[in-house]
């Protein structure tokens, strides 16, 4: 798609009704889904920013976020190969974990989609969502907004008025795809990304899916608002990986709800490294018997950067289990938000869930963690516990490592390597362990050390 | 080779050391017996630059080096090791890490990943642990035996010029006191000198010094050979206590 081609409307700030309909129209959407996204903008427009007033965003102050003054569509160069992306992506792509399809998002716009010939000979179909609307329109107006609704909260909303590129992955029944599937959402302009990702595993499936996030800085402030929508079929298996490592001009927003069938297992990471601010809605539904969700949680602040988490394990249905560790890192004067929620429906019998928060401040007074953990039980036979501890990397212990001739960086880098090696051994890939790995020393950096000194 | 003069040593405002001296040749192994609160701990720590004690007065060199101007990694690549009472725990990193990372530091170049193996292997065997011990995060659940092997494993890792043992010998039975003698004996050398700091005359059945001291409120009251520390045994440190106590008040 070369720019020339996007309606003006879309590449200029502020967002309205026609914008929505501009861009429904650019993207020949059948006619229900115009009327979805106007229904969107309808309830956005209606419904008032969030404020540090509301509980749900009580640690994280967006009252700087100016949405009208975004535009919202950003063009991006054609590609046919993956050598005609920018550099930066394909590093991106060649650090990354060993893909059997790969999408990358430039911008608004979708630049490549590969899928290995096996996997769409087995019926696995990957691609954008305006892509799979042309042959599998059914599947998508059964599911999309099935999890993340208009009405979840005001951003999305706005993605589900506005929402462009996005990813499509479906797993038919009893396909199971060794090899992980990745998407590269990757932002060089000012402005803003609605991306979208609806995966679907058929009864018996299994597929590892990683959401990537990275872009060039710029000094004006951009947007990222995203929704992910996992299904989980029957006895099915999803990995899936959210990474997001923006650059400091970029705010994120972002809800991932999954829903889990009957025997069906998730295993979701989320990682937050990047971005001014980042706000994370990650919530399991287990909605059938026999149902497993394991969620991990990795993030590193630092400078001025918030990180924020929310979380909800929702048992609806009996006999089933969640086990969610979220471990951060603090510097400087930054500020992290945990909020956890196990939520046992009645009837949910027999279920076991457990939610464990950790932070680990790096040798500084003013980088605060909050952490909120909850259990709302309504059934009575149920084994659930949280627990959550924030503490400073011990002076005793720093003092045991150096005492065997380890200098104090080496020995912090040990201390901050353990802290997260409790989620990152519990990640089955090599290149992405060894992403997280040197994002991790990055993190650690210079100016650390003189600040525990 | 350690030469410790007039040492003076504070934690909070409270003196812990008054004036301490001591001085360790090459090849020597010293004993410093002396009851609860009588500093052992303290000087042991603070020796190895521990960050919750203060120096207020004295000088401690090491191989001829001012050691309050080293930072705690800087003495052990010097060859001190300190043998710690209670080693911290530290979640997510494994005892093969942790050595590969201390060992590769205090010899300042890179072993290769064989003959780390080989070299941790090797004395495994001797401290008489399971191979599996080496994945485990380092004193994570460890018990009191297993913590002290660990130490001594350490030192024979190491190979250091002088180790400090802070009461190694406390908690643990018979059989493991064997082995953790084993392993210090296993270093004994005319370039291998120690420091063992304990309750109890009973690991020096094992562990035969040169040198022993009694300590009492801060200092050393009185030195003499490995029978001192069987009439110490003999007699109690009450005895210690009337004999010396008073020579402690000033």
């Not at chain 1, 599947?139 to 993340?148: A, D, N, P, R």
Request: charged residues 25%; aromatic residues 8%; glycine residues 8%.
């Amino acid at each position: 798609m070369s720019p020339n081609n996007v309606p003006e409307i879309l590449r200029s700030k502020g967002i309205s009704a026609e914008t929505v309909e501009a861009l429904s129209s650019f993207k020949n959407e059948p006619g229900w889904l115009t009327e979805k996204r106007l229904e969107a903008w309808d309830f956005f427009e209606k419904i008032p920013m969030p404020t540090l007033r509301d509980e749900a965003w009580r640690y994280t102050d967006i009252s700087d976020v100016r949405v009208e003054e975004l535009a919202p569509y950003a063009p991006s160069p054609d590609a046919t190969s993956e050598k005609d992306l920018p550099e930066a992506v394909q590093t991106l792509i060649k650090e990354g974990e060993e893909n059997s399809a790969l999408l990358v998002q430039h911008n608004s716009e979708t630049a490549l989609v590969r899928v290995a010939e096996e996997l769409s000979r087995k019926g696995v179909v990957f691609t954008d969502l305006h892509t799979a609307l042309k042959e599998h329109e059914g599947l998508i107006k059964e599911k999309l907004f099935g999890l993340v609704p208009m009405d979840y909260d005001k951003f999305a909303a706005l993605n589900a008025a506005v929402n462009s590129g996005g990813s499509f992955l479906y797993v038919p029944r009893g396909v199971e795809v060794d090899v992980p599937i990745q998407s590269y959402y990757w932002l060089d302009v000012v402005g803003s990304i609605m991306p979208r990702t609806l995966v679907v595993l058929d009864e018996g499936a299994s597929v590892t899916y990683i959401d990537e996030y990275a872009s060039a800085y710029h000094e004006e402030p951009a947007l990222s608002n995203g929704a992910v929508e996992l299904y989980v079929g029957q006895g099915a298996h999803l990995r899936y990986v959210s990474l997001q490592n923006w650059e400091r001009n970029v705010l994120h927003f972002n809800t991932i709800r999954s829903s889990t069938g009957k025997d069906a297992t998730i295993n979701s990471l989320v990682v937050s490294l990047g971005s001014q601010l980042s706000r994370t809605n990650v919530e399991a539904g287990l909605v059938a018997e026999g149902s497993d969700s394991e969620m991990l949680g990795m993030y590193f602040a630092d400078s001025d950067q918030l990180l924020d988490h929310h979380t909800l394990q929702d048992h609806i249905s009996s006999n089933a289990h969640s086990d969610l560790l979220y471990k951060g890192a603090l510097r400087d004067e930054s500020l992290a938000v945990f909020s956890g929620l196990i939520r046992v429906e009645p009837g949910a019998q027999k279920t076991d869930a457990y939610q464990t928060n950790r932070n680990l401040i790096l040798g500084t007074d003013e980088a605060m963690a909050v952490s909120l953990p909850n259990l709302e039980i309504m059934a009575d036979d149920v084994k659930c516990s949280h627990g959550s501890t924030t503490g400073q990397v011990d002076d005793v212990e720093l003092f045991y490592l150096m005492s065997r001739g380890i200098p104090r960086k080496e020995a912090e880098k040990l201390v901050v390597f353990g802290f997260f090696g409790e989620v990152t051994s519990r990640v089955p890939f090599k290149g992405l362990k060894h992403k997280l790995d040197r994002a991790i020393e990055g993190k650690i950096g210079l100016g650390f050390e003189e600040r525990v000194a | 080779m350690l030469k410790i003069e007039n040492l003076h040593v504070e934690i909070d405002g409270n003196e812990i050391i008054k004036g301490l001296s001591l001085e360790v040749g090459e090849g020597e192994i010293h004993a410093i017996m002396g009851p609860n609160g009588s500093g052992k701990s303290t000087l042991s720590n603070v020796l190895m630059g521990h960050p919750r004690y203060e120096v207020t007065e004295g000088t401690v060199t090491f191989m001829g080096q001012d050691v309050f101007e080293l930072e705690p990694d800087e003495r052990a690549k010097l060859g001190m090791f300190l043998a710690f009472q209670y080693p911290s725990e530290v979640p997510g990193v494994s005892v093969a890490n942790f050595l590969r990372t201390a060992v590769n530091s205090v010899r300042e170049e890179e072993l290769s990943p064989m003959e780390m193996y080989r070299l941790l292997q090797e004395k495994m065997q001797i401290m008489q642990m399971d191979p599996k011990f080496a994945e485990r995060y380092l004193n994570e659940g460890f018990s009191g035996g297993e913590k002290k092997r660990n130490e001594i494993l350490q030192m024979l890792m190491l190979q250091p010029k002088l180790a400090i043992m802070d009461e190694t010998d406390s908690g643990l039975d018979i059989d493991a006191l064997q082995v953790v003698a084993r392993g210090v004996n296993e270093m004994r050398g005319p370039e291998f000198s120690a420091v063992l700091i304990t309750h109890y005359q009973r690991i020096l059945r094992y562990i035969e010094p040169d040198h022993v001291h009694v300590m009492l409120d801060g200092r050393i009251v009185t030195s003499g050979s490995k029978e001192l520390a069987e009439e110490l045994e003999e007699k109690g440190y009450d005895w210690v206590r009337q004999e010396f106590g008073s020579a402690t008040k000033s």
